[in-house]
């Protein structure tokens, strides 16, 4: 899978001849990519619950009287923020100066020269987990500096599986199984199986994509074509409907976003959840806030066919074409990216480092034990489709999948319907 992830970013992010306009250009007409002007800038990102930016910002503005930087946050949707940041490119505003990039907008700001290359030599690469770094690329070069990942891992009760006699599942069936133990017990009254996130947004993708993989199908081949058509990926589909179907998952799971997943664990209302590492510190706490504090644990994803494969979450900061004091920038990112800003990032917020000594920490696996499993899910994580038209691409996502959540198309035709309109976006037959 590594491999093919390294042939997808030859091969897959490539402008087509219908995207032309977007990746060509004069010269007259390109935004200056010189890494050059020091001064003010500006910091984008989405909502921070966690508040761990504007504690980065400050740490920054502090050293740096001469070159402070301002934060702006966006909305908490990620559509929202990918729609805010390309309307600023479309404008050539310098508005908008580092961008904090969903890892699977690289191709697509790429190829239309919103953001700028950046010099591998200048940022420590080698340093980081080498799959955060291959989101960073478009035609192998380099157009942001991983700053947080996201594997997603199974949260379980431990109290009750040990109840039961039950070990973490590899497999859905496994799952279903231990559910059918552990909701037997009297501790278990009320409870239901298993939640991820199935509202129609960008985590419906991400889940959809995990079960595909997890069957041993893909959306797309390492060539960028459509191959979703598949019983592999039927098999995968098949899985989240049937889940909704017999109840594995709770029918107001439709609902479900990361909060609600979170709340519906931490309430003792699911025996399982797949879910980001960030509701690893929700869970954890003992202030009375999760009722499941000291009682669970985490695993891999089990898979439909095997173990479980995660998509592949995560954040690069990027600089925009059109912004002024790039230097500035660079360096700014150079200080976001360090060591020390991402032990506050997992500290503040539990958001997975991209640097691989971080995981490898002792006194980090001490306070963190769950690093290793996040780790090797990074690791082993595959990306969502790495295509330029990736925001046209996940809404057909979302909406055939949701419609077969839904019980409004059979899993064969919205399978079909979506490989269809898949090859009319990537211009690939």
């Not at 179907?245 to 399982?272: N, Q």
């Not at 510190?281 to 891999?300: C, E, I, L, Q, R």
């Not at 173990?307 to 059109?322: D, E, N, R, T, Y």
Request: include cysteine.
């Amino acid at each position: 899978m590594r491999q093919r992830n390294r042939l997808a970013i030859a091969a897959v992010l490539t402008c087509t001849a219908a995207l032309t306009a977007g990746c060509g250009g004069s010269a007259t007409n390109e935004p200056s990519a010189a890494l050059e002007g020091r001064g003010p800038i500006t910091f984008v990102a989405g909502k921070d619950e966690e508040s761990v930016n504007p504690k980065i910002v400050e740490a920054w503005n502090k050293a740096h009287p001469d070159e402070q930087v301002r934060f702006i946050e966006l909305s908490s949707s990620a559509d929202d923020q990918r729609q805010q940041m390309v309307q600023n490119a479309q404008t050539k505003s310098d508005a908008f100066t580092v961008l904090d990039l969903d890892n699977v907008w690289t191709a697509e700001f790429a190829a239309n020269r919103w953001i700028t290359a950046l010099p591998r030599e200048q940022f420590g690469i080698d340093e980081f987990v080498p799959t955060t770094v291959e989101t960073s690329l478009y035609r192998d070069r380099l157009y942001g500096v991983p700053a947080t990942s996201d594997g997603a891992m199974l949260y379980f009760r431990k109290d009750l599986l040990a109840k039961a006699g039950a070990q973490p599942p590899t497999t859905w069936d496994e799952m279903r199984q231990t559910c059918d133990k552990v909701l037997a017990l009297p501790e278990a009254a009320g409870m239901s199986c298993f939640a991820g996130q199935y509202e129609k947004y960008e985590g419906l993708t991400v889940n959809f994509a995990e079960a595909v993989h997890g069957a041993g199908g893909v959306i797309t081949d390492p060539n960028g074509k459509p191959n979703v058509n598949t019983p592999e990926a039927k098999r995968g589909l098949d899985a989240l409907v049937e889940g909704f179907r017999s109840g594995t998952i709770p029918r107001d799971a439709i609902t479900f976003k990361e909060t609600e997943t979170r709340r519906a664990f931490m309430e003792g209302k699911i025996v399982f959840s797949r879910a980001w590492p960030n509701q690893y510190s929700h869970a954890a706490k003992t202030d009375g806030s999760s009722g499941v504090a000291g009682k669970f644990d985490v695993a891999p994803l089990p898979g439909v066919a095997g173990p479980g494969v995660s998509s592949l979450g995560g954040h690069s900061l990027a600089i925009s074409s059109f912004a002024k004091n790039k230097a500035t920038a660079v360096d700014f990112i150079k200080f976001s990216t360090a060591p020390e800003q991402q032990r506050l990032r997992l500290d503040q917020g539990s958001l997975a480092p991209t640097r691989s000594a971080l995981y490898d920490d002792p006194s980090m696996q001490a306070k963190y034990p769950y690093l290793p499993l996040l780790k090797r899910s990074i690791e082993g994580a595959e990306p969502r489709p790495r295509v330029v038209k990736y925001g046209e691409v996940t809404d057909v996502i979302q909406e055939h999948v949701y419609a077969a959540l839904h019980g409004e198309k059979s899993s064969e035709q919205a399978l079909a319907d979506l490989q269809a309109r898949l090859q009319e976006l990537t211009g690939q037959q």
